[in-house]
């Protein structure tokens, strides 16, 4: 009976890693397909110029890619890595949004200065919204009445309602926001300013900043700390924000809104992806072109898997 025990636990581990990485590399226009459990690269797919925002389809058979350069959303087949379709996304797509119900793709055109919401089961565009110049970030509300849309030159969100299609409010921010997340509640949005160098939240009801999150290194030059991406742990507990040139990610408490632990990752890390179990984040370091494996209880990274040229964007699938 122990003997089978021990067999389990160490069994146990395994089957919690059954997860696969795909990280966009922006310079070497590739995306990256990791194999979580052995942290090793599986094989690399050539895809369109420039590739950045990436994220997996609800029914996790296709991969949808941002391919800048190319101002296209591209269809990648998980199975295969093949790119079945091209999406007509609107000029210079940057990062999206894929709908609650997975039906829609809500994305930010940085030269058009709009948001182009995709209709994928027509594969056309319903419709488009223009918003602030240079447009990166992109989130839906949990309740779908509201999709965010960060303005980088004119440091505000779009809030855009879903149902009217147009712009109804803007929220002014810290310099330059980059990326948006709501809380799995609704009731918070996280937004990352890169230049300002803080994540501020945002209460969606009177779409006004409630807070304001400033971040301290040791060692590390402030002007080094350009907050990017963020994540959440499933369990809402922890928001995983990834701290740019400062080559860390810091470990926020949501309740205290305190950071709990900064992890040193590898140099310029741009975005964040995080396990199913929430047990491990990972990091994409768009300068040491590899991915950081962080492990969320003890706040250290445990491995880092080598990727292509400047890795952007980073999803998860099981």
Same mark, same amino acid.
């Given at each position: 009976?122990?003997?089978?025990?021990?067999?389990?636990?160490?069994?146990?581990?395994?089957?919690?890693?059954?997860?696969?990485?795909?990280?966009?590399?922006? !310079?070497?226009?590739?995306?990256?397909?990791?194999?979580?459990?052995?942290?090793?690269?599986?094989?690399?797919?050539?895809?369109?110029? !420039?590739?950045?925002?990436?994220?997996?389809?609800?029914?996790?058979?296709?991969?949808?890619?941002?391919?800048?350069?190319?101002?296209?959303?591209?269809?990648?087949? !998980?199975?295969?890595?093949?790119?079945?379709?091209?999406?007509?996304?609107?000029?210079?797509?940057?990062?999206?949004?894929l709908s609650r119900d997975g039906g829609t793709l809500f994305v930010a055109n940085? $030269?058009?200065?709009?948001?182009?919401?995709?209709?994928?089961?027509?594969?056309?565009?319903?419709?488009?919204?223009?918003?602030?110049?240079?447009?990166?970030?992109?989130?839906?509300?949990?309740? /779908?009445?509201?999709?965010?849309?960060?303005?980088?030159?004119? $440091?505000?969100? $779009?809030?855009?309602?879903?149902?009217?299609?147009?712009?109804?409010?803007?929220?002014?921010?810290?310099?330059?926001?980059?990326?948006?997340?709501?809380?799995?509640?609704?009731?918070?949005?996280?937004?990352?300013?890169?230049?300002?160098?803080?994540?501020?939240?945002?209460?969606?009801?009177?779409?006004?900043?409630?807070?304001?999150?400033?971040?301290?290194?040791?060692?590390?030059?402030?002007?080094?700390?350009?907050?990017? /991406?963020?994540?959440?742990?499933?369990?809402?507990?922890?928001?995983?924000?990834?701290?740019?040139?400062?080559?860390?990610?810091?470990?926020?408490?949501?309740?205290?809104?305190?950071?709990?632990?900064?992890?040193?990752?590898?140099?310029?890390v741009w975005h964040v992806a995080v396990s199913p179990d929430g047990a491990r984040?990972?990091?994409?370091?768009?300068?040491?072109?590899?991915?950081?494996?962080?492990?969320?209880?003890?706040? !250290?990274?445990?491995?880092?898997?080598?990727?292509?040229?400047?890795?952007?964007?980073?999803?998860?699938?099981?």
């Amino acid at each position: 009976m122990k003997w089978m025990l021990a067999c389990g636990l160490m069994i146990a581990p395994a089957s919690a890693w059954a997860d696969t990485l795909y990280v966009s590399n922006e !310079r070497a226009n590739t995306v990256s397909v990791i194999d979580a459990a052995t942290r090793t690269l599986v094989t690399t797919w050539p895809v369109g110029g !420039r590739p950045r925002g990436i994220t997996v389809s609800k029914d996790g058979h296709y991969i949808y890619l941002c391919a800048s350069t190319d101002h296209a959303v591209q269809v990648i087949e !998980r199975a295969t890595g093949k790119i079945v379709a091209e999406l007509p996304s609107g000029e210079d797509p940057e990062q999206f949004f894929l709908s609650r119900d997975g039906g829609t793709l809500f994305v930010a055109n940085e $030269n058009d200065a709009a948001l182009t919401a995709i209709d994928l089961a027509t594969r056309t565009v319903a419709f488009q919204v223009a918003v602030g110049g240079e447009p990166e970030g992109v989130a839906q509300s949990p309740d /779908g009445k509201w999709v965010v849309v960060t303005s980088e030159e004119d $440091n505000v969100v $779009n809030w855009i309602d879903v149902a009217a299609k147009a712009m109804v409010d803007e929220t002014p921010t810290d310099m330059r926001p980059r990326h948006v997340e709501f809380t799995a509640d609704g009731k918070q949005l996280w937004i990352a300013a890169e230049i300002g160098g803080t994540v501020q939240i945002a209460d969606p009801a009177t779409r006004e900043i409630v807070a304001t999150l400033n971040f301290a290194i040791p060692g590390v030059a402030a002007h080094r700390i350009l907050p990017c /991406g963020i994540r959440f742990t499933p369990d809402g507990r922890t928001a995983i924000v990834a701290l740019g040139r400062a080559d860390h990610v810091a470990l926020v408490d949501v309740a205290t809104r305190k950071v709990r632990a900064y992890v040193p990752v590898g140099r310029r890390v741009w975005h964040v992806a995080v396990s199913p179990d929430g047990a491990r984040a990972y990091s994409a370091n768009g300068l040491s072109d590899n991915v950081s494996v962080i492990d969320l209880a003890s706040a !250290r990274v445990i491995g880092t898997v080598p990727v292509g040229a400047a890795p952007w964007g980073i999803a998860i699938a099981p």
